[in-house]
């Protein structure tokens, strides 16, 4: 068994690595947050109830259940949030992205 050394550059990485919430690691490419990414917002804010997304169609959801009152929240709130749907390029933004997502 051999102890490998870790050099000072690694060691710094390790210690100022952001959670996974706030990197690529834990989006999803179609918006929203992954599996990895609300472990990660979990574990930095204990008590916190941070769900999945709810992207079942609003046609196939009960119209008083939680999910569909969840989703009805959420795209009240991100709706009216400030900020382009469209980046410089063209692309979705992240808040388009999740709006779709969440089929709002």
């Known amino acids: 068994m051999t102890k490998q050394k870790t050099t000072a550059r690694q060691a710094a990485t390790k ?3 952001t959670a996974a919430w706030t990197r690529k690691e834990g989006k999803n490419p179609e918006g ?3 599996a990895a990414g609300i ?3 979990r574990r930095q804010n204990p008590g916190s109830k941070l769900s999945m997304a709810v992207t079942t169609p609003p046609s196939k959801l009960k119209p008083n259940s ?4 969840r ?3 959420f795209c009240a709130r991100m709706s ?3 900020g ?3 980046d410089s390029k063209g692309r979705p933004t992240r ?3 999740s709006l779709r997502k969440w089929n709002c």
């Open 95 to 97: 808040k388009a992205l």
């Open 71 to 73: 989703r009805k929240s």
């Open 15 to 17: 210690a100022y690595k």
């Open 84 to 86: 382009p749907m469209k």
């Open 39 to 41: 472990a990660s917002y």
């Open 66 to 69: 939680k999910a569909a009152k």
């Open 80 to 82: 009216g949030m400030p």
């Open 32 to 34: 929203g947050l992954n």
